[in-house]
């Protein structure tokens, strides 16, 4: 079963017609894996899953689709970081499915290339920052002491 819909993805900064067909693993390999289909690995399935389907071979695939079911679901950032640092895996990840605002940041962190957000509010947010949306990250500071009491706050921020 494809997943042909016609749908614009995130990539580089602005948003692009999808040119692949989302394809689960499994009928990946069974259609033969034709070109222009990206084999989507689900929230519940391992990267093994897709290492055996393609025999070993990650640099045969040009991009792998990797899917969040739910905002709360982090299995595919594991999965990510996985095939980016221990596989040395170099084409594109495509996160797929419902992506808030406040995840993209990590999502680029851990190496996806192509967000296929369909949360309505990430989407504006994503068009509205166009080239803007880079990684930001919060650099550790002192705690800081409350004044009256000499008490320590070690995760709150004074500048």
């Known amino acids: 079963m494809s997943d042909a819909q016609a749908m614009t993805v995130w990539k580089a900064g602005k ?4 040119d692949f067909d989302l394809v689960p693993v499994d009928d990946y390999v069974t259609s033969g894996r034709p070109a222009s289909a990206v084999p989507k690995l689900l929230a519940g399935e391992g990267v093994d899953v897709l290492i055996d389907a393609v025999e070993g071979d990650l640099s045969s695939l040009a991009a792998i689709a990797l899917d969040f079911p739910s905002f709360a679901d982090g299995r595919s950032y594991s999965k990510a970081q996985l095939l980016r640092s221990e ?16 995840q993209v940041a990590l999502m680029l962190r851990v190496g996806f290339d192509v967000l296929e957000a369909t949360h309505p509010v990430t989407r504006t947010r994503l068009a ?10 919060q650099i550790a500071g ?4 409350k004044e009256t009491s000499g008490e320590r706050f070690s995760w709150r921020r004074t500048a």
């Open 15 to 18: 948003f692009v017609e999808r």
């Open 87 to 102: 596989h040395a895996y170099q084409g594109e990840l495509i996160a797929v499915g419902d992506v808030l605002p406040d």
């Open 128 to 137: 509205e920052a166009g080239h803007e949306t880079t990684l930001h990250t």
């Open 142 to 145: 002192t705690s800081s002491v």
